[in-house]
């Protein structure tokens, strides 16, 4: 999604910079000479400017777009480099991460986000753009939409100006925790679930009342719908949790059905299901030698 939005933003003429891991990586995207993006048959790069996070350089406006277990490492290493009311972009999955960021740099405001667009790399510095969706955005103080949105208009991203962006958040993370670990664990694309349908409506019915005790009710209506209806839309895609677990690479287990099952907890709400749920992922991903955390 980094990519993305980068490569549309400079495609719109506005001023872009990366930043990226380390000097290593900063060394192979020079070698790249920029970000290519892919739609369908066209192919173009972008020789956008990169950085290293210990460059010594102001951030008024950050995206943040890397996975929810690195990003609160990822603003610690910029935090000092933050202006007076910097603005972050918080692009991650799930809950969790949006407001340990927001406690570690409580000087900046921090913009929660949420994103139906579709895109993959198929290399090093590549990006594809796979399909037009639309993108959340909003302040969870309920703060006024900053005037700068209109360059995300500029760049072709389409965007809205959420009131409630919590209750968008916890509705996202209600269908990924319906979807997402049920792929894993039946070793299936997303399309696969319609043979588990008894198990997806039973999680449904459970995180929906889950989001009622937590005060997000307007989140939990017709979810079991629409979860289907993701099943089916997706039907032929693979879970981006499915993935990183065929990958070989940490999931975001912590910042979904670990989240969920926490806010129960403290609310000491019964979600037998959930839990049992995130027990048989744990173990699933400690079989594959891969964090449960």
């Not at 994103?115 to 309920?142: C, I, Y």
Request: glycine share 6%; net charge negative; with cysteine.
């Amino acid at each position: 999604m980094g990519t993305l939005w980068a490569t549309r933003l400079a495609r719109a003429g506005l001023p872009v910079k990366l930043i990226v891991r380390n000097p290593a990586r900063l060394q192979a995207y020079e070698a790249a000479q920029g970000l290519t993006l892919i739609e369908g048959e066209h192919s173009v790069k972008w020789a956008i400017s990169a950085q290293i996070p210990e460059t010594d350089e102001p951030i008024q406006r950050l995206l943040v777009t890397c996975k929810a277990y690195d990003a609160p490492q990822a603003i610690a290493q910029v935090a000092a480099r933050l202006s007076p009311n910097a603005e972050l972009i918080l692009l991650q999955n799930g809950l969790g991460s949006q407001q340990a960021i927001a406690t570690l740099v409580p000087h900046a405001r921090c913009i929660f986000a949420s994103s139906t667009e579709g895109a993959f790399r198929d290399g090093d510095w590549r990006v594809v753009f796979a399909g037009m969706g639309h993108t959340w955005l909003g302040d969870s103080n309920q703060g006024p939409a900053p005037q700068w949105l209109e360059e995300l208009q500029h760049s072709g991203i389409s965007y809205e100006w959420s009131p409630n962006i919590l209750s968008r958040l916890w509705r996202k993370l209600a269908l990924n925790c319906a979807i997402n670990p049920l792929t894993v664990l039946h070793d299936c694309r997303n399309g696969g679930l319609q043979a588990h349908s008894a198990e997806v409506n039973t999680l449904c019915t459970e995180l929906g009342a889950l989001l009622e005790h937590c005060d997000q009710a307007e989140a939990a209506i017709d979810l079991a719908a629409e979860v289907n209806h993701v099943i089916q839309a997706t039907a032929n895609n693979y879970s981006s949790m499915h993935q990183d677990v065929t990958k070989g690479r940490r999931t975001e287990i912590s910042y979904l059905l670990g989240y969920a099952c926490e806010a129960a907890r403290d609310r000491q709400f019964a979600v037998p299901h959930l839990q049992q749920l995130h027990q048989r992922l744990s173990e699933h991903l400690q079989r594959r030698g891969l964090p449960c955390d």
